[in-house]
T-cell receptor, first 118, second 115 residues
Framework: AQKVTQAQTEISVVEKKDVTLDCVYE???????LFWYKQPPSGELVFLIR??????QNEISGRYSWNFQKSTSSFNFTITASQVVDSAVYFC???????????????FGQGTTLQVKP | DGGITQSPKYLFRKEGQNVTLSCEQN?????MYWYRQDPGQGLRLIYY???????QKGDIAEGYSVSREKKESFPLTVTSAQKNPTAFYLC??????????????FGAGSRLTVL
């Protein structure tokens, strides 16, 4: 079965500290996509990144970086020098199916609530 | 600006009543989705539609119904058969891609409370 696990339910850090959010996935597909979304207190999920299973290069975008390791089925997200505005719920997600079997659906993890304190 | 509009933002319902949550998009996306969010359970898919006049059940469709009469609209009805309807409901849309690379755009959500 396809599944996404975010074992960290809540994380609290002091501003300017680095923080890593873990994501582990299970899939029977050989080709798939992984995503990270941010949900601020307003409620709307905001897309952060999409990663193809063929591309294991790490990606950096400003203070955000992502580490994709196919060997351990993990797609971890690191925020460097965290800020209060980073406080939100973060979701990792996995695409279901590929090509003709693609349903368009995303399978979401349980989410990690990040609180950054001043 | 293109986006997804969900209404109402907050809704209170008495037990035994059906309620309909509205979702409208102007992104010209073919696919639309309804997810339910409960604390500690992430997002669970209720229904999705990849084309007008067609939709499929998600993982937790029991007690819900949808329609897709127009490309822009995908309303969700929470029926009295839904045993625990109090939750946060999120609507999303995306282009239809055969690769699975669909990036979902979400609305701001509707919070339903059953009294």
């Amino acid at each position: 079965a396809q599944k996404v696990t975010q074992a960290q339910t809540e994380i609290s850090v002091v501003e300017k500290k680095d923080v890593t959010l873990d994501c582990v996935y299970e899939t029977r597909d050989t080709t798939y996509y992984l995503f990270w979304y941010k949900q601020p207190p307003s409620g709307e999920l905001v897309f952060l990144i999409r990663r193809n299973s063929f591309d294991e290069q790490n990606e950096i975008s400003g203070r955000y970086s992502w580490n994709f390791q196919k060997s351990t089925s993990s797609f971890n997200f690191t925020i460097t020098a965290s800020q209060v505005v980073d406080s939100a719920v973060y979701f990792c997600a996995l695409s279901e199916g590929y090509g003709s079997s693609n349903t368009g659906k995303l399978i979401f993890g349980q989410g990690t609530t990040l609180q950054v304190k001043p | 600006d293109g986006g997804i509009t969900q209404s109402p933002k907050y809704l209170f319902r008495k037990e035994g009543q059906n309620v309909t949550l509205s979702c409208e998009q102007n992104l010209n996306h073919d696919a639309m989705y309804w997810y339910r969010q409960d604390p500690g359970q992430g997002l669970r898919l209720i229904y999705y539609s990849q084309i007008v006049n067609d939709f499929q059940k998600g993982d937790i469709a029991e007690g819900y119904s949808v329609s897709r009469e127009k490309k822009e609209s995908f309303p969700l009805t929470v029926t009295s058969a839904q045993k625990n309807p109090t939750a946060f409901y999120l609507c999303a849309s995306s282009e239809v891609s055969g690769s699975g690379a669909n990036v979902l755009t979400f609305g701001a959500g509707s919070r339903l409370t059953v009294l």
